[in-house]
């Protein structure tokens, strides 16, 4: 089975910047669309970003578009998801998983606030 773990969330300013990554264990990886989703406090879990498998098609929820980007490197097994200009709707717990949504990572936190 196909690992992934989650890493770079924090505490930020509104305002301010995270980069969050997302490393899978094989490198099946390589073959799969991944996607990050975030699910804040008594919310229901939405989509984020969506990328192909080779990284030149990219796809955003309205409500980050212009603000996030997401890439990937293959031969390190990593997606990124960068993070400008949070707010505090943004605070969530943020998941990276395969398009088909089979590999879950555990989840990192973010937390915007002043």
């Known amino acids: 089975q196909v690992q992934l773990v989650e890493s770079g969330g924090g505490q930020v300013q509104p305002g301010g910047s995270l980069r969050l990554s997302c490393v899978a264990s094989?490198?099946?990886?390589?073959?799969?669309?991944m996607v990050w989703f975030r699910q804040a406090p008594g919310k229901e879990r939405e989509f984020v970003a969506d990328?192909?498998?080779?990284?030149?098609?990219?796809f955003y929820a309205d409500s980050v578009k212009g603000r996030f980007t997401i890439s990937r490197d293959n031969p390190k097994l990593t997606v990124y998801l960068e993070m400008n200009n949070l707010q505090p709707s943004d605070t969530a717990v943020y998941y990276c998983?395969?398009?088909?949504?089979?590999?879950w990572g555990q989840g990192t936190q973010v937390t915007v606030s002043s």
């Open positions: 998983a395969d398009r088909g949504k089979r590999f």
């Open positions: 094989s490198n099946a990886f390589r073959t799969y669309s």
């Open positions: 990328i192909d498998w080779i990284g030149g098609v990219t």
